[in-house]
């Protein structure tokens, strides 16, 4: 039994004990019953998480992950292939949304190369887990083997296993890859069935004629390959990307060991989508930070069984949703333990006229 | 000239040079452009207000003020009128929503009396500005003077310039008042037009039986003051309360000194409505935290042309969806300052292939 399964084993259901007593304890505080809406629906379902009746959030993470794309051969995306290794260097120099918003609430940044086409320099603060040099072109051929597409989604258990070593509350998945909007569609398609053109998106900016190519390019990578839709590492391999499978690996990792995972936009999305397909029972450990841009993420926020907090117009990536996501938990969480109760606070309840 | 007559003289347009500048930034940063959507907008409405190109956001504070509703004798809350003072001793316990995530954000509650029905003990951390005892039942006539309306307005002005000596870069609206989506509604339907019906909710919790006998009320107290949707201090007089009044002084006097209002929920949203009667300019000066579960609270942003940052089915009110706005243009105007330029980090622009 290799690591994945080891893993997908280990994740089981919420903690209902747990559950039951924040919801308890949200009724006792200091507030009309359900007035903090989805902020409490949060607390309850961060304490089934993580087993606590009243969870803390301390340490953060949003773990970056890289990787290129063979199919931008096929000219599905406006940014040259270098933006990925040059925006990687960005992130490492504090630069980037991701960056700056992380800062803001206090989480760590965890770049990932996992399938960079150039090589990096070495640097402490990049971990290299290069599963190729880019993934072939998918229009063209399945874009990984399916060991690839296994060590991808190891890769990334072992680096969310790696973070819990240093300290982990909760995590924030993140991506950087020119042409990965092409693959999340492409899995996206293949996992709902919905024909490709009603889950392609413009992605960083394509124009009309450009996004009915990047449709059809999609659709001829669904066409070529056939991913079978009950095997998760199939669609991986057929028509994903390195980067996908090791954000995959990461939710998995995270809901076997308890750890709430908030999935930022919508290459996020295809990780958890194959992270689902994997272990259905890792949708409850999963937050939706946002709604994206992209026309797909809504078909795939469905397959997820799960709603978007917010919805900014937001389409960058590198899990800058995830932190506005992860801010959201934290004052949902904080509300829970630090907010006074009726008896605490000697305030009068419902009736009591 | 009164304070309130020089305060709205203050009120001019957005600074369009300075919303230019940071607008021709954004697209300079290391990201597609656009793509960090209603945060970008958001970081170019705050240039405008402040007038700075980086705008930078260190000081803030959450004005949360309190009053007493005659009204309540009427039966239109499920709570009893003492929970007001009581809340209040809450708030400077710290114990209270507000508390709990304006510390998350790093801002300071500023609590007002603006006219709890009962004496609150002399305490260091609580400004009085007491206008009255709890307003009058607005069912059985005006709600207040028309002078203590002025005299509302002008304190919530003084509160925002004493807070501007103590250093504020922004500044969210909180409210506490038993009964007070009662008056909110009736602002509501005065100022909009719309039957009491369309812009009554359940407040705290209220049945469907006990929803109808409120919205009677408010229907009763229209009736009866005939408030001149023209004339906002005659709203605020027959149909609003203390608080109300001091919120809109609050927005009135930020708007006039530059300085961001974040609006929270359905309360704050009746003191913005009167602060816009007031100075229809006030409106560029707000920014919508979220859309409160109160049905008339669309209403209100419709007639602030305004669309809410987050929909998370929030009514508590205190000004603690306040606070998430307040983080989100936090986000923002770092994401103006803070990030890279691609010619700052050496990343390839689109098109260039």
Redesign the interface.
Known sequence: MGVLEETVGKIGDLDQRAMQAARSRQDT???????????EELSIQIAGITGKNQPRIANKAIITMAGDHGVVASGVS???Q??TV??V??FL?G???I???S??IGARVVVVDMGVKSDLASDARLISRKIGHSTADMSKGPAMTRSQAREAVEAGIGILEAELARGLDIVGTGDMGIGNTTPSSAICAAMTGKPASAVTGR???LGDGQLEKKARVVQQALDLNRPNAKDALDVLSKVGGFEIGGIAGVILGAAANRIPVVIDGFISGAGAMIAAGLAPKTRGYMVAAHLS?EPGHKAMLEYLHLSP????????GEG?GG??GM??C??AT??LS???TFE??????????
């Open positions: 505080l200091t507030k009309p019953q359900g007035s903090l809406g989805r902020l406006l940014y040259p270098e933006v040059q925006m260097l960005n120099a630069g980037a949304g960056n700056v918003l800062k803001l992605g960083t900016g841009v907090l917010v919805d900014l117009d937001l389409r960058l800058t932190c506005i801010f959201l934290e004052s904080r509300v630090e907010m006074a605490q606070a000697g305030v009068s309840t419902a009736g009591e006229k």
